[in-house]
């Protein structure tokens, strides 16, 4: 309990730590309030042409697109796109990534290298590459950005959990736990994944991040989400055409992307400051 | 003898991983729901067309048949011949490959040159107002996304302030084509026009491409230096009355910039993946395009050739970084 209270307070005192933080809270306030904070809520898809391409005024706060829609509505709304994007994928990599680098880094067997070669495999090409080709194939919408993003992002939680864990396996304390006769997934999951829970909790946060801006250029590519979802990349690209009288168009989807990122970067590298001690000592 | 033992064991794995990649590549490519056959065949073909062409790019044999096929052809050289430019696959490649590198390599050299000596000036006068500006600089450089980024440049530079063109890589006469790289060539060729209008052309993209690079580089060099520098050795140094900037350049940076080279080496798979978003916005004939443009059309050769050539450039680069590193640092060797 006392480390608790001592990494609480840390985090109370990293200013970076505690915008991302609140960054992210807002995001999520964001996505469930939506139809609150919305200003014309059931413009998200209603198309008005009389209202098409106005500039950021007091009735549209972020202007109007070609299609008559309030934008700052859209940009709202998009937000659970990109939430529920970045949540499930996520999970979903390290519902993967996770088992997968602690059974490797405990057994250092055969299956474990293989595993590992696997996961080389991986990331062997930049994620981007491979989750375009993933999603292109498997065709474009929102369930398969997520399918594509999670079966492309699970091998960083391998690496970074398995490397984690290989150290932990010398580590006095796992020693004894065997002698105590603890069995091996007892104490994997017991001593060894406590332990190694607050990298998973760093690479987690800096991997929402990844995975939103991943996702917002599936969108933009026209491999992810489909128009007329008010998701922020898919709204940029559709933007092109109206540039560069109507700037409003592009520019508001991508601060929201640019904040929303951001967020979840500063969080996690605020958490890896205050949870790492090596990396602590180069950064100040 | 053991650091040739390790290079000759570093180059040697290049094959499984490509192997491995071509593997996932291809069943990954091969799921798709949409008729490949019926793309090129148009909507009036009728089945005995479609039959003849399904012959005619193997598409009637089994999978692990056109697998074998497939990395026979690789063998050789031969990446089959894609279903939408009718071209070889490696002839697209080779063709568009020099817009890429020229990019890629255009970013990551003006992203090192700013931002070593930037991350150097930071380590050293830490907390000053440069340094919070930079950090300020770092994270926001990580978090912006490189398409977005473009077309603000685009509206900003080109279109509100005029300074540069958009489009394409040159808008006068192309040099003679000598190496593909159009600043290479118009220096070969003494073209001079054509050197400045492809650096003009070059630069949006560029430095769009390279805002992320310039942001890793940055946070690895500031973090690198400061790390050595308050190593024992640095003391002594200075106890020794080394003047300051001999001791960080000769001693401190040498060690510091060890990360900030294996960063540079990752740091080209991640050029490569953000040509792809750039090339698009900036019309940027390059890999890029063709990835995305085969990629919407499932011309699932080009889409094996361009996974390939990128896990191949990615796996080199890492592998040249590793080697350099260990050279430069043979304690690496024990580990």
């Given at each position: 309990?006392?480390?608790?209270?001592?990494?609480?307070?840390?985090?109370?005192?990293?200013?970076?730590?505690?915008?991302?933080?609140?960054?992210?809270?807002?995001?999520?306030?964001?996505?469930?309030?939506?139809?609150?904070?919305?200003?014309?809520?059931?413009?998200?898809?209603?198309?008005?042409?009389?209202?098409?391409?106005?500039?950021?005024?007091?009735?549209?706060?972020?202007?109007?697109?070609?299609?008559?829609?309030?934008?700052?509505?859209?940009?709202?709304?998009?937000?659970?796109?990109?939430?529920l994007i970045s949540i499930v994928a996520i999970g979903v990599a390290l519902?993967?990534?996770?088992?997968?680098?602690?059974?490797?880094?405990?057994?250092?067997?055969?299956?474990?290298?293989?595993?590992?070669?696997?996961?080389?495999?991986?990331?062997?090409?930049?994620?981007?590459?491979?989750a375009?080709?993933?999603?292109?194939?498997?065709?474009?919408?929102?369930?398969?950005v997520i399918l594509a993003l999670s079966f492309t992002y699970w091998?960083?939680?391998?690496?970074?959990?398995?490397?984690?864990?290989?150290?932990?396996?010398?580590?006095?304390?796992?020693?004894?736990?065997?002698?105590?006769?603890?069995?091996?997934?007892?104490?994997?999951?017991?001593?060894?994944?406590?332990?190694?829970?607050?990298?998973?909790?760093?690479?987690?946060?800096?991997g929402m991040?990844y995975t939103i801006?991943t996702a917002?250029?599936?969108?933009?590519?026209?491999?992810?989400?489909?128009?007329?979802?008010?998701?922020?990349?898919?709204?940029?690209?559709?933007?092109?055409?109206?540039?560069?009288?109507?700037?409003?168009?592009?520019?508001?989807?991508?601060?929201?992307?640019?904040?929303?990122?951001?967020?979840?970067?500063?969080?996690?590298?605020?958490?890896?400051?205050?949870?790492?001690?090596?990396?602590?000592?180069?950064?100040? | 003898?053991?650091?040739?033992?390790?290079?000759?064991?570093?180059?040697?794995?290049?094959?499984?991983?490509?192997?491995?990649?071509?593997?996932?590549?291809?069943?990954?490519?091969?799921?798709?729901?949409?008729?490949?056959?019926?793309?090129?065949?148009?909507?009036?073909?009728?089945?005995?067309?479609?039959?003849?062409?399904?012959?005619?790019?193997?598409?009637?044999?089994?999978?692990?048949?056109?697998?074998?096929?497939?990395?026979?052809?690789?063998?050789?050289?031969?990446?089959?011949?894609?279903?939408?430019?009718?071209?070889?696959?490696?002839?697209?490649?080779?063709?568009?490959?020099?817009?890429?590198?020229?990019?890629?390599?255009?970013?990551?050299?003006?992203?090192?040159?700013?931002?070593?000596?930037?991350?150097?000036?930071?380590?050293?006068?830490?907390?000053?107002?440069?340094?919070?500006?930079?950090?300020?600089?770092?994270?926001?450089?990580?978090?912006?996304?490189?398409?977005?980024?473009?077309?603000?440049?685009?509206?900003?530079?080109?279109?509100?302030?005029?300074?540069?063109?958009?489009?394409?890589?040159?808008?006068?006469?192309?040099?003679?084509?000598?190496?593909?790289?159009?600043?290479?060539?118009?220096?070969?060729?003494?073209?001079?026009?054509?050197?400045?209008?492809?650096?003009?052309?070059?630069?949006?993209?560029?430095?769009?491409?390279?805002?992320?690079?310039?942001?890793?580089?940055?946070?690895?060099?500031?973090?690198?230096?400061?790390?050595?520098?308050?190593?024992?050795?640095?003391?002594?140094?200075?106890?020794?009355?080394?003047?300051?900037?001999?001791?960080?350049?000769?001693?401190?940076?040498?060690?510091?910039?060890?990360?900030?080279?294996?960063?540079?080496?990752?740091?080209?798979?991640?050029?490569?993946?953000?040509?792809?978003?750039?090339?698009?916005?900036?019309?940027?004939?390059?890999?890029?395009?063709?990835?995305?443009?085969?990629?919407?059309?499932?011309?699932?050769?080009?889409?094996?050739?361009?996974?390939?050539?990128?896990?191949?450039?990615?796996?080199?680069?890492?592998?040249?970084?590793?080697?350099?590193?260990?050279?430069?640092?043979?304690?690496?060797?024990?580990?």
């Open positions: 309990m006392t480390t608790f209270i001592l990494i609480m307070k840390k985090f109370m005192g990293d200013r970076l730590a505690i915008t991302g933080l609140a960054i992210i809270v807002c995001l999520i306030l964001t996505a469930f309030l939506a139809p609150y904070i919305a200003t014309h809520p059931r413009d998200v898809f209603a198309v008005h042409p009389a209202e098409r391409l106005q500039g950021p005024n007091a009735r549209h706060v972020f202007g109007t697109d070609d299609m008559g829609r309030d934008i700052f509505s859209r940009v709202v709304f998009g937000s659970r796109i990109s939430l519902l993967i990534g996770v088992p997968i680098g602690l059974i490797t880094g405990y057994y250092g067997n055969r299956v474990s290298e293989l595993l590992m070669r696997i996961s080389d495999i991986f990331l062997a090409v930049p994620q981007i590459i491979l375009l080709a993933l999603a292109a194939a498997l065709g474009p919408s929102i369930q398969n091998p960083w939680f391998t690496r970074t959990v398995h490397a984690e864990t290989r150290s932990l396996k010398n580590s006095i304390f796992i020693e004894a736990t065997e002698a105590l006769g603890i069995g091996a997934w007892r104490t994997i999951v017991f001593h060894v994944l406590p332990n190694v829970s607050s990298s998973i909790i760093v690479r987690a946060s800096l991040g801006l917002s250029v599936l969108g933009f590519l026209g491999v992810g989400a489909q128009p007329p979802a008010p998701e922020w990349g898919v709204t940029i690209a559709n933007s092109r055409r109206f540039l560069p009288d109507a700037w409003w168009y592009a520019t508001f989807p991508g601060l929201a992307i640019f904040m929303v990122v951001m967020g979840f970067n500063m969080f996690g590298d605020g958490l890896r400051d205050i949870l790492d001690p090596r990396i602590r000592r180069a950064k100040r | 003898m053991r650091f040739l033992l390790y290079v000759f064991k570093r180059i040697a794995y290049i094959v499984p991983i490509l192997l491995g990649l071509l593997t996932l590549t291809f069943f990954i490519s091969r799921v798709i729901p949409a008729d490949p056959v019926a793309l090129i065949a148009g909507g009036s073909a009728s089945p005995e067309q479609i039959q003849e062409l399904k012959r005619q790019y193997g598409f009637d044999k089994p999978l692990y048949q056109q697998f074998a096929i497939y990395v026979g052809g690789l063998a050789k050289g031969d990446l089959g011949i894609s279903l939408y430019s009718r071209r070889p696959v490696m002839k697209d490649l080779a063709d568009r490959f020099p817009a890429t590198a020229e990019l890629s390599m255009f970013a990551l050299l003006i992203s090192i040159l700013f931002a070593v000596p930037i991350g150097v000036a930071c380590a050293l006068k830490r907390n000053s107002k440069l340094d919070h500006l930079m950090r300020g600089v770092t994270i926001a450089g990580l978090a912006i996304v490189g398409f977005w980024l473009g077309i603000m440049f685009q509206l900003l530079f080109s279109y509100k302030l005029g300074i540069f063109t958009l489009g394409r890589r040159i808008s006068v006469p192309v040099p003679e084509t000598v190496t593909g790289f159009y600043l290479i060539d118009s220096l070969l060729t003494l073209n001079g026009r054509a050197f400045f209008n492809s650096l003009w052309h070059l630069c949006l993209p560029g430095i769009t491409l390279a805002v992320p690079a310039f942001a890793t580089l940055v946070r690895f060099t500031r973090s690198g230096l400061l790390d050595v520098i308050n190593r024992e050795y640095i003391l002594y140094e200075t106890s020794m009355g080394i003047p300051r900037w001999l001791i960080i350049y000769k001693y401190a940076l040498r060690n510091a910039l060890i990360p900030v080279v294996t960063q540079i080496g990752l740091l080209i798979g991640y050029l490569l993946a953000g040509a792809v978003v750039i090339e698009s916005v900036f019309d940027w004939p390059g890999l890029g395009i063709y990835a995305v443009e085969s990629m919407l059309m499932s011309d699932y050769k080009a889409i094996l050739g361009v996974t390939l050539i990128a896990g191949f450039i990615c796996t080199v680069s890492n592998i040249v970084v590793d080697i350099v590193i260990t050279f430069v640092d043979p304690r690496k060797l024990e580990q």
